[in-house]
């Protein structure tokens, strides 16, 4: 089953902050975040494994809550680059890996 | 240059002739998979192996066959497509034998099915 993503879509203007939530209805050992641009292939931002440790990409971090089976990303800052489509991915058995339905993120000047 | 590879980049074809997706990877990886992506629906996976000669299903394998001859190659055969796969299809490749590390995609393949 798909982890579950919000909001679906989001616009901002250069500058502003935006989250990005993923959650299970599976048990998460660790979670995947990618961004893809217009035409191109998923690139991978980060991994966050259970413990709750918070890794950070550039002005892009995220957080894990093993408990509430959630993840979350933070844009601070959004710069146009951010703009893309935003995965989040879950680990389920020992080796699938399955992916949210994905977040628009649009940033405007 | 670390990478995967996937041919063709795009194909329009009929339905029920046999085709063949290749995929490879220079970077010795063991774990390689393939996805396959739709409007709204994401990134599913489609096979997935962990090595050579062990593959195991994904969440949408129905009509796709696969084969790990050779660890640098993962080729998406479809032995005989329909209109409901006609998909953007990315391979992908990662270090360790669990999905559970980087995935490096391919540039993706834009399948049709008519």
């Known amino acids: 089953q798909q982890p579950v993503q919000s909001p679906q879509a989001v616009i901002l203007r250069e500058g502003e902050d935006a989250v990005i939530n993923c959650s299970s209805s599976?048990?998460?050992?660790?979670v995947h975040w990618y961004r893809q641009k217009h035409g191109e292939a998923p690139v991978f931002l980060m991994i966050l494994l259970k413990g709750g440790e918070q890794k950070g990409h550039e002005k892009i971090s995220a957080s894990f809550n093993e408990k509430k089976q959630q993840s979350s990303l933070y844009l601070t800052a959004s710069q146009l680059s951010y703009s893309g489509t935003y995965f989040c991915g879950a680990i389920q058995g020992a080796q699938k890996l399955v992916f949210g339905q994905g977040t628009r993120l649009t940033i405007n000047p | 240059e670390a990478q995967v590879t996937q041919n063709p980049r795009y194909l329009i074809t009929v339905t029920g002739k046999k085709l063949t997706v290749t995929c490879s990877q220079n970077m010795n990886h063991e774990y390689m998979s393939w996805y396959r992506q739709d409007p709204g629906l994401g990134l599913r996976q489609i096979y997935y192996s962990m090595n050579v000669e062990v593959t195991d299903k994904g969440d949408v394998p129905e009509g796709y066959k696969v084969s790990r001859k050779e660890k640098r190659n993962f080729p998406l055969i479809l032995e005989s497509p329909s209109p409901n796969q006609t998909s953007l299809y990315f391979c992908?490749?990662?270090?360790?034998?669990?999905?559970?590390?980087?995935?490096?995609f391919g540039p993706g393949t834009r399948l049709t099915v008519l």
């Open positions: 599976k048990a998460l050992y660790s």
């Open positions: 992908a490749s990662s270090t360790g034998t669990s999905g559970n590390n980087e995935q490096f």
